[in-house]
C-alpha cells in the first residue's frame, strides 16, 4: 500500500553518506505517486477509476477532508492520469499513470508548465484569479489538458469565487479545475454545484499503524508495537501527521529501538494504565490518590491538557464499550486493559458516565484557558472527585418523593480516606425532605407534625412562630376571611396580597401539620381583615379612645410581639 521511493527523491546519495540538504522527510519521501498507493480512500479511488476508464470526466473536482490525508497527493494523481501518454508516448487517459513518460515526471516533480498550481490562502483576491482565468483560453503546451489546481480554496474571496463562476461552469474542453479544502462549508454553492465533491475520509489507525510498519522497514528503524500504536493514535487520521511524528521518532532514538515510552514522552501522553488508575480513583471519590496521580504524571512530563483528553476518551470508550459490548472494544489496547475496561463499564451506569463526561469536558475548557494549567487540572480532579459521590438526580428524586434522605451513590468500593464520602453522608443525613419539590405541589410531613390550627387567628400565629412573618403579614393585612375548617381555607385578598398567596400558605399548612389542606381565593365579600379587627378593638378601649381625645390626629398602630421560643 505504500509508494516505493522514485529514483529522482533518492538523488545526492553517496556511497560515504548522503550529501547536506537531500534528506527528504518521511512525508514527502514516501508520497503516494499512484491511485493504488492511497491509503484508506477506497471509495474515491474506486470512483476515479470508473470515471477515467469510462471516458467520464468532469469539469472539476472538489476534493475535501481534514489535514494530511491526501488532498493535494489526490490532485497531483489525477492530473498525471489525465495527461499520462505512457512509456511509448502514445497513450491516452488512464487510471494507472505510468510515472516514467514526460508528463508523468515533469508532474511528480512540480515543473510541468500545464499544471498550475494555486495557494489561494495567500493568493485570495479578485485580481488573482484573473490572471488565472487568462490563461484559460490557451491551449496547454505541452500536456493533453491544462489543469489547475487550487489548495485551500475556501480562502478565496467572495469576489474570487463569483469571478470564477462562469468559466468553471463552461470551460474549455483542455481545462480541468481540481479544489482541495479542509473547510468545505465555506465554498459557496454555487461553487460547489459546479464540481464532482470527494469527501476523503480520516485513515484507519489500523491502516496507519501497518503503513509506519512498511515505512520504518524501508528505513531500517525498528519500533515497538506499542510505539506504532501511539503513534497511529496521535496521527488523527492524519497520514502526514502520522509520518512527521514517525520521523520524529526515528531521529530521537538515534539507531536504537523507538520504544513506546519514548514516544509517549515525546508526545507529552500519560500512561494509559495510569489513566485507569485515575478514573477509578475519581470515581471512589478518593481526592487525595487522584491529585497524586496526576502530579506524578505532571512530574513525568505529561500535559494536563492531555491527561484530561485521556479521561475523556476513556470516559467515551467505556461508554460506548455499556451500550455496544460487541463493538466498541478497542483493539489497540492491551488484553488487561481491555478486560479492565469491561469490568468498569459493568458496575457504571448511563448517568455517572454522563455526569463524567460533561464534567471533564467543561473542565478540559477550564484548564486550555487557565494561566497555570496544573492547578485548573487539579480543581478539575476535585469537583469531579466530589460529584461522583452525589447521587444522581433520577435517583435524589425518588427518595425525596419516598420520604427518605438522598443516598450517597458509589461507584466503586470506598476509598481508606474518608473524602468527601463522609462529608456528604452527613449533609445528606440531616437535610430535611420537606422542602422536595413535589408533583401536586404538596410536601410530605414532617415526622413531628404539628396540630392542625383551629382558627384563622391560629394559621396566622403558626406562620409567625414558623418564621414565615413576610406570609404573617399578609394573611393578617391583606386577606379577608370567607371560610375556615380544618384543612379548609377560603378568603378574599386584596390588591397587596402577592399572587401565590394560597399556594404558599397551603403548602406550608399541609407540611407542617400532616392534613391536606385546601385554600382557595374566592369573590366573595368576607370578614375584615385582621389588622382591621385589632384596630377597631383597640380603639374601642376606653384607655385607647382617651389617648386619642387628648392628642387628635394621632394613629393607632398595633404591634404584637410574637412568641418565638
Not at 479544489?179 to 464540481?195: D, G, H, M
Not at 478540559?364 to 447521587?391: G, H, T
Amino acid at each position: 500500500m505504500v509508494s516505493p521511493p522514485k529514483d529522482s527523491e533518492t538523488r545526492g546519495l553517496e556511497a560515504g553518506g548522503q550529501e547536506a540538504g537531500a534528506y527528504q522527510v518521511l512525508a514527502r519521501k514516501y508520497r503516494p505517486t499512484n491511485f493504488d498507493s492511497l491509503v484508506g480512500q477506497d471509495a474515491l479511488v474506486r470512483t476515479l477509476t470508473n470515471a477515467i476508464t469510462s471516458g467520464r470526466l468532469a469539469q472539476g473536482y472538489m476534493l475535501t477532508g481534514v489535514r494530511g490525508v491526501g488532498k493535494t497527493t489526490t490532485a497531483r494523481i489525477i492530473a498525471k492520469a489525465l495527461n499520462c501518454i505512457g512509456p511509448d508516448g502514445k497513450g491516452g487517459p488512464t487510471p494507472e499513470p505510468c510515472g516514467v513518460c514526460s508528463n508523468c515526471t515533469a508532474i511528480t516533480e512540480d515543473r510541468h508548465v500545464d499544471v498550475l498550481e494555486m495557494d489561494a490562502a495567500s493568493r485570495t483576491g479578485i485580481d488573482d484569479i484573473r490572471e488565472l482565468l487568462e490563461g484559460v483560453r490557451y491551449r496547454p503546451t505541452a500536456a493533453r489538458y491544462k489543469i489547475y489546481i487550487i489548495d485551500e480554496v475556501h480562502m478565496l474571496s467572495d469576489k474570487a469565487f463569483n469571478a470564477l463562476l462562469k468559466t468553471l461552469e463552461e470551460p474549455p474542453e483542455h481545462v480541468k479545475f481540481i479544489f482541495a479544502t479542509t473547510e468545505i462549508r465555506k465554498v459557496p454553492v454555487t461553487v460547489l454545484s459546479r464540481c464532482q465533491r470527494f469527501d476523503l475520509r480520516r485513515i484507519d489507525s489500523a491502516k496507519l499503524e501497518e503503513l509506519f510498519r512498511g515505512i520504518s522497514a524501508k528505513e531500517g528503524a525498528k519500533l515497538e508495537d506499542g510505539a506504532l500504536a501511539l503513534i497511529a493514535r496521535a496521527a488523527d487520521g492524519s497520514a502526514r501527521d502520522g509520518l512527521s511524528i514517525l520521523d520524529q521518532a526515528i531521529s530521537q532514538a538515534g539507531g536504537a529501538v523507538v520504544a513506546e515510552k519514548a514516544v509517549r514522552d515525546m508526545l507529552g501522553l500519560a500512561d494509559r494504565v495510569l489513566v485507569f488508575d485515575l478514573i477509578e480513583s475519581l470515581l471512589k471519590g478518593d481526592v487525595k490518590r487522584a491529585l497524586a496521580l496526576l502530579g506524578d504524571q505532571y512530574s513525568a512530563g505529561a500535559s494536563p491538557v492531555v491527561v484530561l483528553q485521556d479521561l475523556l476518551e476513556l470516559v467515551h470508550w467505556l461508554t460506548r464499550l455499556k451500550v455496544a459490548p460487541d463493538g466498541a472494544a478497542d483493539p489497540a489496547l492491551a488484553e488487561a486493559e481491555r478486560t479492565r475496561g469491561v469490568a468498569m463499564a459493568g458496575t457504571l451506569t448511563m448517568p455517572v458516565l454522563s455526569r463524567a463526561w460533561q464534567m471533564l469536558l467543561k473542565g478540559l475548557s477550564e484548564v486550555r484557558a487557565a494561566p497555570i494549567p496544573i492547578q485548573a487540572a487539579e480543581m478539575v480532579m476535585v469537583r469531579f472527585a466530589y460529584a461522583a459521590e452525589l447521587p444522581t438526580p433520577a435517583d435524589a428524586l425518588k427518595t425525596l418523593e419516598s420520604g427518605g434522605a438522598a443516598p450517597v451513590r458509589t461507584s466503586a468500593p470506598a476509598p481508606s480516606n474518608p473524602g468527601p464520602r463522609a462529608s456528604y453522608t452527613a449533609i445528606a443525613g440531616s437535610a430535611s425532605p420537606a422542602r422536595a419539590p413535589m408533583a401536586d405541589a404538596v410536601a410530605q410531613p414532617t415526622a413531628s407534625a404539628l396540630p392542625a390550627p383551629e382558627s384563622f387567628a391560629a394559621v396566622v400565629a403558626l406562620f409567625d412562630s414558623k418564621r414565615e412573618a413576610m406570609i404573617a403579614a399578609h394573611l393578617k393585612r391583606h386577606v379577608h376571611l370567607v371560610r375556615f375548617e380544618t384543612g379548609i381555607l377560603e378568603f378574599n385578598p386584596d390588591k397587596g396580597a402577592p399572587k401565590d398567596l394560597a399556594g404558599q400558605v397551603g403548602k406550608l399548612l399541609s407540611q407542617w401539620t400532616g392534613v391536606r389542606w385546601v385554600v382557595s381565593v374566592v369573590n366573595t365579600a368576607g370578614e375584615a381583615t385582621l389588622h382591621d379587627q385589632e384596630h377597631a378593638a383597640a380603639k374601642a378601649d376606653p384607655l385607647i379612645q382617651s389617648i386619642l381625645d387628648a392628642f387628635p390626629g394621632a394613629v393607632i398602630e398595633t404591634i404584637r410581639k410574637a412568641d418565638h421560643s
